[in-house]
């Protein structure tokens, strides 16, 4: 289980992307058997689920949700097309890509780390 915080997880996101819409994040305690974290676009909350989790995965797993905020909230952004596709669609994939670069240039997540993830990036 990470000690990192809903602020923690808050301050990190913003400072890969700033995104133009507010958000909340929330750390929950507890395992989760098919997620390791979640978004609501109705309520722009970030949940992220930490049992069992080390810090980098952690950290990960919020860069994930938080593609899915800027794919709902800030359409056409990373794109010319306006129109969502489905949640793990190619759209969100150039998102998350593109999160997880920021965040690896930025020296938030080691090389050792960054390798396997995109190798399985799907474009």
């Given at each position: 289980?990470?000690?990192?915080?809903?602020?923690?997880?808050?301050?990190?996101?913003?400072k890969?992307?700033p995104?133009?819409v507010?958000?909340t994040?929330?750390?929950?305690?507890?395992r989760?058997?098919t997620?390791?974290?979640?978004?609501y676009?109705s309520?722009?909350?970030i949940n992220?689920?930490?049992k069992?989790l080390?810090?980098?995965?952690c950290k990960?797993?919020?860069?994930?949700e938080?593609a899915?905020?800027?794919?709902?909230?800030?359409?056409?952004?990373?794109?010319?097309?306006?129109r969502?596709?489905?949640?793990h669609?190619?759209?969100f994939w150039i998102?998350?890509?593109f999160?997880?670069?920021?965040?690896?240039q930025?020296g938030?997540f080691s090389y050792?780390?960054?390798?396997?993830?995109?190798?399985?990036i799907?474009?």
């Open positions: 289980m990470t000690n990192l915080t809903a602020e923690y997880f808050h301050h990190f996101l913003l890969i992307y995104c133009r507010p958000f994040v929330k750390v929950t305690h507890k989760c058997k997620r390791l974290g979640s978004y676009p309520t722009h909350n992220i689920h930490d069992q080390d810090d980098e995965t990960e797993v919020a860069i994930h938080y899915h905020h800027l794919h709902h909230s800030e359409p056409g952004l990373f794109t010319d097309d306006e969502l596709d489905r949640s669609g190619c759209h998102i998350y890509a999160l997880m670069q920021k965040a690896y930025k938030l050792k780390y960054m390798l396997p993830l995109f190798n399985q799907k474009y």
